[in-house]
């Protein structure tokens, strides 16, 4: 059983007792399930089609062990062995779900971001809190929405773009850990805020090249 006192003033469990969906569980991801669970999220679905590969094992919590393992039940089978949380693995390409609770989008391309939007988050009022996490290099970007507030997704529209416009980073520069888990981070900020029914930022840049973080668009 894992004791969570130290932490108890800022959040804790009983806090945390929503479901939490995490699309796509790679690069930014995993390192996301990890700092949601530790943190004291007791219900984590995962939900990736994708399998472990050599190149994942740099910037993403597998092992060696879990090379050609779908990357649900590798990661379902590490947080495990870390936490108490009850996890659901579901190997998927997401197209039209019905969620619930808060959603993490944690998916590597803006056309799979637009897809996940259109069929399942937009004006559901089920989904509590809508958090995507985008990372190209050395920065990462997370969006936080009211998928029910038409204000908050205006806002968030604004952001989804073609993946022709986006800027594509050399394969040999397209993430490290370091940027991975300072994402997982944010996002496991903003879970928290929502939790204790603190002030939510909307838009927050990380740059690591620049050692700056900047947040704008406070939502609550």
Known sequence: MIDYWRQLDFVGPSDLTFE???????????PIALALAKMGCSRLVLIDPDTVEP???????????DIDRPKVEALASILGDYTDASIEPIRELVSDRQF????????DNMA??????DACIRYRASVLLYVDARLGGEVGRVLTVHPADPLSVAAYETTLY??????????????TIYTTFGIAALVANQVKRYAKA????????????TSTLLGSGGTS
């Not at 939490?20 to 995993?30: A, E, F, M, P, Q």
């Open 20 to 30: 939490v969906s995490i699309i796509g569980v790679g690069g930014l991801g995993s």
């Open 100 to 107: 619930s609770g808060i959603v993490v989008s944690a998916v």
């Open 55 to 65: 190149h994942n094992l740099p910037n993403q919590l597998y092992r060696r062990s």
């Open 198 to 209: 603190e002030e939510l930022l909307g838009d927050q840049v990380l740059d690591f090249a």
């Open 112 to 117: 799979a971001r637009q897809r996940i939007w």
């Open 162 to 175: 073609s993946d022709d416009a986006a800027s594509n980073e050399p394969c040999t520069a397209q993430s």
